[in-house]
C-alpha cells in the first residue's frame, strides 16, 4: 500500500465548475497535511495546509480532513483555466516513524484540466 | 516570504562527471533541507534529508556515495551526483521546513533539471 494515494486523473471540468481532488493515506498518526499545485516543468508550489479535523478555507481553495477516515480532499470553485496543473498531496510523516525527522510524503497527483 | 533558491536551473554534463546542486535560505535558517527527485510524470521521490552540522539521512534504495549531500551551514545545502550516468537524468528540487506562528510548512526551491548525455 503507497502511503499517499492520489487518483492519477486526468480529472476534467468546465471553467466555473468545482473541481474536487481526494487524497487517502496510510499512517494512521500523520500529523499535518498539504495541497501543492505544480506546473509542468516547475516546482510544487503550496496552496493549502490543514492540520485539524473538518474544513479549512482560503479564497477559491477549500481543503477537508478526516482523520479517522484518513481522508484529506481539496475543493477549488470556479475552476479556471489557470488552475489547470497536477494537484500534489502530501503528508508529514509522524517523526516517531521516520528516524526522528519530520519528512514530507508525497502522492503521485492528480492531473486538473480546467477547458473553457 | 521563505524563499529558497537553488541553482543552477538547469545543468547538461557528460556521463562520468559529477554535477553539484545548490540551495540556499535566502531569508530564513534551514535546520533541515529535503531533497527530492522527480521523473516525468511521476511524483516527487524523497531522496535524503539534510541535517545542518551532521550527516544525512537517505531514504532507502537512495547511494549515499552516488548522491553526496552537504549541509554545511543554516543557509545552505548541496547535493553532488557524483559519476553521473544518463539514468541519473531527472528534476531535483530541494525543500526546508519554514515554522511560524505555531504551523509550518515546507518551501521548495525551483528545481534542477539535469540531462547526462
Known amino acids: 500500500q503507497k502511503e499517499v494515494e492520489q487518483n492519477s486523473g486526468p480529472l476534467s471540468v468546465p471553467e466555473g465548475a468545482i473541481a474536487s481532488l481526494n487524497c487517502t493515506y496510510s499512517?494512521?498518526?500523520?500529523?499535518?497535511f498539504f495541497w501543492y499545485r505544480q506546473y509542468s516543468g516547475k516546482s510544487p508550489e503550496l496552496i493549502m495546509s490543514?492540520?485539524?479535523?473538518g474544513d479549512k478555507e482560503d479564497g477559491r481553495f477549500t481543503a477537508q480532513l478526516n482523520k479517522a477516515s484518513q481522508y484529506v480532499s481539496l475543493l477549488i470553485r470556479d475552476s479556471q483555466p489557470s488552475d489547470s496543473a497536477t494537484y500534489l498531496c502530501a503528508v508529514n510523516k509522524n517523526p516517531m516513524f521516520s528516524g526522528g525527522y519530520n519528512k514530507l510524503i508525497f502522492g503521485a497527483g492528480t492531473r486538473l484540466a480546467v477547458h473553457p | 516570504g521563505a524563499v529558497v533558491s537553488q541553482h543552477p536551473s538547469w545543468v547538461i554534463c557528460k556521463s562520468g562527471t559529477s554535477v553539484k546542486i545548490e540551495c540556499r535560505s535566502l531569508?530564513?535558517?534551514?535546520?533541515?533541507m529535503f531533497w527530492y527527485r522527480q521523473f516525468p510524470k511521476q511524483s516527487l521521490m524523497l531522496m535524503a534529508t539534510?541535517?545542518?552540522?551532521?550527516?544525512?539521512?537517505?531514504e532507502q534504495g537512495v547511494e549515499k556515495d552516488k548522491f553526496l549531500i552537504n549541509h554545511a551551514s543554516l543557509t545552505l545545502s548541496t547535493l553532488t551526483v557524483t559519476s553521473a550516468h544518463p539514468e541519473d537524468s531527472s528534476f531535483y528540487i530541494c525543500?526546508?521546513?519554514?515554522?511560524?506562528?505555531?504551523?509550518?510548512?515546507?518551501?521548495f526551491g525551483s528545481g534542477t533539471r539535469l540531462t547526462v548525455v
Open positions: 539534510s541535517n545542518e552540522g551532521s550527516k544525512a539521512t537517505y
Open positions: 499512517d494512521r498518526v500523520s500529523q499535518s
Open positions: 490543514i492540520y485539524s479535523n
Open positions: 531569508d530564513f535558517q534551514a535546520t533541515t
Open positions: 525543500s526546508a521546513r519554514v515554522d511560524g506562528g505555531g504551523n509550518y510548512g515546507y518551501t
